[in-house]
Each structure stands twice: as structure tokens, then as C-alpha cells.
């Protein structure tokens, strides 16, 4: 296994959701590489389960694919707030939801190179309706479907997001090993 050793490190771009820094790399050998790397901001992604094993999803136009996601409801991480808050409030905003029972059931990365992103996965539990509040630009739909259909849904492409592919396949095997 090689060793290396970062020598240099500057923020080369700042935008309000991510920052692309150029890292100098020193090897073993004494070669030098330059990497981009780009940080975004934390997010969570929450997963509302009802007792009937259903999940709530939402649907978005999302520009950068240009068609409507389907996906769980999620959001960026103020600064000075925990992932919990955000999660709370993210729920809120994008579905009118409001869970008394929260679990953490993951902390993932994107990817192992070039982009840090990292993201909380939320359980929510024992929801209630309240009214949605999402932001001005943000045209969201709300669907209540079985973690069975989810998981087809995954299968067959309609949905296609990572971290909501790894929380709807992590909650459906927690309730195949009877561990919710």
C-alpha cells in the first residue's frame, strides 16, 4: 500500500450548497497530484413509515434530470443545526408531517472520491398530518405507497436516487427480519 501525504490544500470555489477545493497530494515516491474535490453541505433524507408499512415519497421536478423524482423528503443541514432538527423540519416543510419517534439508521457517504456528501437517514414514526410549508420554488407531491411497491419501484427504475434506494431496501429488510 502506498503512502502519501497531503502537502497543500485551498478552496478554489465557494456557492452556498458546496465548495471545490484543490488538494496538493505528495506520494511515497515524491510524485505530486493535484485533486479537485468537491464538499457539499450535509443532508438527511427521512423515511415516514406508518404501522401498515407504508412510506411517504415525494415527487419533484428536478431540473438537473428534467423530470419529476420520486423520492424520500429531504434537505440540506443549516449551519449551527443538528441532522435531527433538519430532519424534523425538512419533514414539515415538504409533507406537512410531524413524527414523535425518530431513529438515525444510517450515515452515508456518496462516494469514496472527489465528492463528500454526506447524508442522515432518518426513520420517522408515529406521523401526523399537519400542513405542508415548502419553499417558494419547491412544487412537491405527496404519496403514500407500501415499502413493497418502494422497493419495486426501485427495481424497475422509477426510482433512482441513492440514498433514497438505500433507505426504502434498508427499512424493507428491518421489517423482513421483524426488527420494526
Known amino acids: 500500500m502506498s503512502k502519501w501525504k497531503v502537502v497543500g490544500k485551498k478552496r478554489v470555489f465557494k456557492a452556498p450548497l458546496f ?24 443532508t438527511v433524507i427521512i423515511f415516514p413509515l406508518t404501522p401498515k408499512n407504508e412510506i411517504y415519497l415525494i415527487s419533484q ?7 419529476f423524482i420520486l423520492e424520500a423528503p429531504a434537505g440540506y443541514i443549516d449551519e449551527n443545526e443538528s441532522s435531527l432538527s433538519a430532519a424534523k423540519r425538512e419533514l414539515k416543510e415538504e409533507t406537512g408531517l410531524v413524527a414523535s419517534h425518530w431513529e438515525q439508521i444510517a450515515k452515508v457517504e456518496s462516494s469514496a472520491n472527489v465528492i463528500k456528501a454526506t447524508a442522515n437517514l432518518f426513520l ?28 419495486e419501484k ?27
Not at 28 to 42: F, I, Q, T
Not at 124 to 144: G, M, Q, R
Open 61 to 67: 421536478k428536478r431540473y438537473l434530470h428534467a423530470r
Open 19 to 42: 465548495e471545490v477545493y484543490s488538494s496538493k497530494i505528495k506520494f511515497e515516491s515524491g510524485k505530486e497530484e493535484e485533486y479537485l474535490d468537491v464538499y457539499r453541505k450535509p
Open 124 to 151: 420517522a414514526t408515529d406521523l401526523e398530518e399537519d400542513d405542508a410549508t415548502p419553499e417558494e420554488l419547491e412544487n412537491i407531491e405527496v404519496f403514500k405507497i407500501p415499502i413493497k411497491t418502494a422497493v
Open 154 to 180: 426501485i427495481f424497475t427504475g422509477e426510482i433512482f436516487t441513492g440514498s433514497t434506494i438505500q433507505g426504502i431496501l434498508m427499512i424493507d429488510k428491518l421489517i423482513r427480519d421483524r426488527k420494526l
